[in-house]
Nanobody, 113 residues
């Protein structure tokens, strides 16, 4: 079955950390750029980070220096390490593959005291 499944979301206090995971199945994972996007209530979906097939990361300005994207091709999994979380990071976080174009169903991240 071709799918992306995110996990690792939850409730965290400001300044805290979370690590999101996205497990892929049914695709040639090692060939695909992968990415994370997020969507807050009432807002458009926003770019967070992408990682190339060779492991080079690219980040949105709002998360640079706080988030790190990585991948494990053997496990067909992409990760998003999120540190120093802020209330404005609250959103549903979606995993995306670029080859083929595919979205996961999302995982909720809530940053609140």
């Amino acid at each position: 079955q071709v799918q992306l499944v995110e996990s690792g979301g939850g409730l965290v206090q400001p300044g805290g950390s979370l690590r999101l995971s996205c497990a892929a199945s049914g695709i040639i994972f090692s060939n695909s750029f992968m990415g994370w996007y997020r969507q807050a209530p009432g807002k458009q979906r926003e770019f967070v980070a992408t990682i190339s097939d060779s492991g080079n990361g690219n980040y949105g300005d709002s998360v640079k220096g706080r988030f790190t994207i990585s991948r494990d091709n053997a496990k067909k999994t992409v990760y998003l390490e999120m540190n120093n979380l802020k209330p404005e990071d609250t959103a549903v976080y979606y995993c995306k593959s670029f080859l083929p174009p595919l979205w996961g169903r999302g995982t909720q991240v809530t940053v609140s005291s």
